[in-house]
């Protein structure tokens, strides 16, 4: 599949170019397609900060799935690639913009609607995950998926990457919540898969195939979401360990015979970041720290909190800690939340995303510890422990090439590592660009072509966000 053609800088293609954006101007309201540099640069990157990202030649802020299908449409005919964007805060370069595009923002569509009989949610993409949950929570129903960042992240890229977050280790991620998508395609066609029934299995199973799917195969729209009755009262456990490796042990322990509602690990490093970036009195002494919760019934969550502790005690454990004051539990999952942006604050990142099946969980964070010391550089690790997750991120000096070679060497092994143990490059971050060489280590070239097929069948002419995950 060849690369879409990009706009020149200079003579005839330079005109043709903005003989383009005058066409799509007029199939669009004048506020909705911007060209002013300094707007289009805000557009370039997401929360990763892809080195490698372009310029587009415009922005579209869409307001509705008609202005998506005539700008599709628009591309098409043209052959100018078309990068979908949410609220930007992707970590993986899966929205990164590329030269002589357009970056298609859904950020103004934003409408929610709860049908309280059906219990689900009919949500445009641009609606934040935190306004799903308090849209729900006014019915007392609850959108389970949570990433650290559901204040500022939005459904369509939560979507897009099959995002999960702290409670997906009991209530499972995205694609376990999506009942129905509208998807524009890259002809321009809209189509409905799905609705609000539980069970169909009506044809293949397309629905599944664009969640995660990173805008490569089409462009959400609209999303039914499943909802649940809102959850019920939770207990928290707060462990701290003299290692890593024993706060990875009694994860496996807990998870041979348990479901956890929550199951969070910090290492020393993340926990000093957070204490220095937002105090909240984590036991900076600590090798680790977990932070587990139980939402089980009132009569059998003692008891799941309890074996929670026998575990934690069994693996070496210096301290244990718990409550049921909802307040008090969730100052601790603040303080995990906070890990990201407190890590940021120490410099330049790498954001790594790699799981394992959770008893090899410890031989990975070994594996993670081994290759910051051989590169030298700094790699805490935050992690949805108990499904195997890990968030090693990696702190670089990009003004120092050394620093910045050694940081890449590292990135490359974390995920080589990952793959060796039977594991993943991403468990929810998604591959976008900065993890797509990685991809057929670990798919393979039959699995990978099988990959190309698709995106080949759905966007022959690979207009749709290329560059991403193939």
């Not at 009991?170 to 009942?179: E, Q």
């Not at 974390?414 to 971050?429: D, F, N, P």
């Not at 072509?449 to 749709?464: S, T, Y």
Request: hydrophobic share 45%.
């Amino acid at each position: 599949m060849g690369a879409p053609p990009t706009s020149s800088a200079s003579g005839g293609a330079k005109g043709r170019g903005f003989d383009k954006l005058n066409h799509l101007r007029e199939l669009l309201p004048e506020s909705v397609v911007l060209t002013d540099p300094d707007v289009v640069e805000g557009y370039r990157f997401d929360w990763s900060q892809d080195p490698n990202a372009g310029t587009p030649i415009a922005v579209v802020r869409a307001e509705d799935a008609s202005q998506v299908q005539t700008t599709v449409r628009w591309a098409a005919e043209h052959g100018v690639p078309v990068v979908p964007r949410g609220a930007g805060s992707g970590l993986s370069g899966g929205s990164s913009a590329v030269d002589g595009g357009i970056v298609l923002s859904l950020e103004r569509m934003r409408a929610i609607e709860i049908d309280t009989e059906c219990q689900v949610a009919v949500v445009e993409p641009g609606a934040f995950n935190r306004e799903v949950k308090l849209a729900a929570a006014e019915h007392r129903l609850w959108y389970p998926p949570d990433p650290s960042s559901y204040e500022i992240c939005s459904i369509g890229g939560n979507i897009a990457t099959n995002a999960g977050g702290l409670c997906c280790v009991k209530y499972g991620v995205t694609t376990d919540y999506v009942l129905g998508l509208d998807v524009v395609l890259a002809d321009g066609r809209l189509v409905t898969l799905g609705g609000k029934r539980i069970k169909d299995v009506a044809g293949l199973s397309l629905l599944k195939l664009f969640v995660g799917s990173e805008g490569t195969l089409g462009i959400v729209t609209r999303a039914i979401l499943r909802l649940v009755p809102e959850q019920a009262a939770r207990s928290t456990l707060v462990a701290t360990f003299p290692t890593v490796d024993a706060s990875a042990r009694a994860v496996v322990a807990m998870r041979r015979t348990l479901r956890p509602s929550m199951l969070e690990l910090m290492d020393a490093a993340s926990i000093n970041a957070v204490e220095d970036y937002r105090p909240m009195g984590l036991d900076r002494s600590a090798g680790a720290l977990l932070v587990a919760q139980s939402d089980a019934p009132a009569s059998a969550r003692p008891e799941e909190i309890g074996l929670m502790r026998d575990a934690c005690t069994a693996a070496g454990a210096t301290e244990v800690f718990v409550t049921d004051d909802p307040d008090e539990g969730e100052q601790f999952v603040e303080a995990r939340r906070a890990a990201f942006p407190a890590i940021e604050a120490r410099g330049t990142l790498m954001l790594e995303d790699v799981g394992a099946a959770v008893p090899l969980l410890p031989d990975l964070l070994a594996a993670i510890a081994a290759i910051a010391a051989e590169h030298d550089v700094e790699i805490p690790v935050v992690a949805h422990a108990g499904d195997g997750n890990t968030h090693p991120i990696i702190v670089f000096d990009e003004k120092d090439p050394d620093s910045v070679r050694r940081a890449a060497e590292a990135f490359a092994a974390v995920m080589k590592a990952a793959i060796r143990l039977g594991g993943t490059i991403t468990g929810e971050h998604g591959v976008g660009r900065t993890k797509k060489s990685a991809l057929p280590d670990q798919l393979g070239e039959d699995v990978m072509d099988l990959n190309r097929r698709v995106k080949e069948a759905l966007d022959p002419q690979g207009i749709l966000n290329p560059g991403a995950v193939l």
